[in-house]
């Protein structure tokens, strides 16, 4: 059984600049609306934000709910460090969406923005939280994005909150204890123990592809080039296979996975491997390697299936990264229906790995 290292090895943190990850600001605004994201932000600004269901996404802004309250929120994402002459933008879509709070996310800000919103947050009936998006990364792959609320509501009530908690000492350490987290079930037992020794293998041959914890499920998601992508790992025991995948998710999906259609042959000649193109989803498409007739029930055989993955991840990632960085959807021009179809390859057997 492959076992996890004892302590995790440590890199160096470093601050990116946040136009290098997001190259426009509509790729920004569709990042702050994806899942994760919201749940971050919901815990930076202390309220439960949600994306309504029948919600037409802009470019420029998305309208949010509050879960607790059902108040309309407007977020807006700017791409570089707004100046007041953005605020009159952002003031008209607040206006038309009847926004009951307004929260800007962008990599900083400057002073007389943070004092027109902290202005605006106390002479006016909505509420305004500027918050500053942080980018980090542990060596060369971007690993974390934070926020920071810094003008607006900000919440300034820290010292009220210790003077609570401090009043309140004997009655906290009355309470039970939090529960122990579900033990593990057998499966999600096998995945952990699968992917702690991919990690393992990606720490030992230094991948470009930086794992993270290994994952309970049966997918395992690695980061590359921007928001938007993600390259998978996937362990598919119903039909014994193991897949390879550059998923495309989010509005852009379609445009992007087109444009690197265009460049099929190229593609297939520089990763060296057979690849099946799916652009069926409207907001999902991906691009897969596959491998069959694999038997996760041998754990013996378990250290050829990592090599594989090892092999076709560093493949994508080498393949791939630059030629995301590079997408530009608006570039995409659509072509006729009947010139789309064809884009579904049988599921090949992929070459040996290389050595």
Not at 256 to 270: S, V
Not at 313 to 328: H, P, S, V
């Amino acid at each position: 059984m492959p076992k996890r290292s004892a302590k995790p090895k440590l890199g160096r943190l470093q601050k990116l600049d946040p136009t290098d990850y997001w190259q426009t600001p509509a790729d920004f605004q569709q990042w702050l609306t994806e899942p994760e994201t919201l749940e971050l932000l919901s815990e930076a600004v202390g309220l439960e934000l949600s994306l309504p269901e029948d919600e037409v996404l802009s470019e420029a802004y998305t309208l949010l709910l509050e879960a607790e309250s059902g108040m309309p929120l407007l977020l807006a994402g700017h791409l570089g460090t707004p100046e007041a002459a953005d605020l009159g933008s952002l003031l008209a879509w607040a206006a038309e969406a009847e926004a009951t709070m307004v929260i800007w996310a962008a990599p900083s800000f400057s002073e007389d923005v943070c004092l027109t919103f902290d202005w605006l947050e106390q002479t006016s009936q909505a509420m305004f939280l500027g918050v500053a998006v942080e980018l980090w990364s542990i060596g060369k792959t971007a690993m974390a994005a934070n926020f920071i609320p810094v003008c607006g509501a900000v919440d300034d009530g820290d010292a009220e909150l210790e003077e609570a908690e401090a009043a309140d000492g004997d009655a906290e350490a009355a309470l039970p204890a939090e529960p122990e987290p579900e033990p593990l079930t057998e499966l999600q037992q096998e995945n952990l123990n699968f992917w702690s020794g991919l990690c393992d293998r990606l720490d030992r041959v230094g991948s470009l592809v930086k794992s993270g914890s290994p994952s309970i499920e049966s997918t395992m998601g690695f980061a590359i080039a921007r928001a938007g992508f993600r390259l998978n790992a996937i362990l598919d025991r119903d039909h014994s296979s193991l897949y390879t995948e550059l998923l495309l998710s989010g509005i852009d999906a379609q445009p992007h996975f087109h444009l690197l259609a265009q460049e099929r042959e190229a593609i297939a000649d520089d990763i060296g491997l057979p690849l099946i193109w799916d652009g069926a989803g409207d907001q999902t498409c991906m691009v897969a390697s596959a491998l069959t007739d694999v038997n996760l029930g041998d754990r013996s055989l378990w250290p050829t299936y990592q090599a594989w993955f090892c092999d076709c991840l560093e493949r994508f990632y080498e393949t791939f990264f630059d030629r995301i960085k590079q997408l530009d959807a608006n570039s995409y021009q659509p072509l006729p229906r009947h010139r789309a179809t064809g884009l579904n390859d049988a599921l090949i057997l992929p070459a040996q790995p290389r050595g």
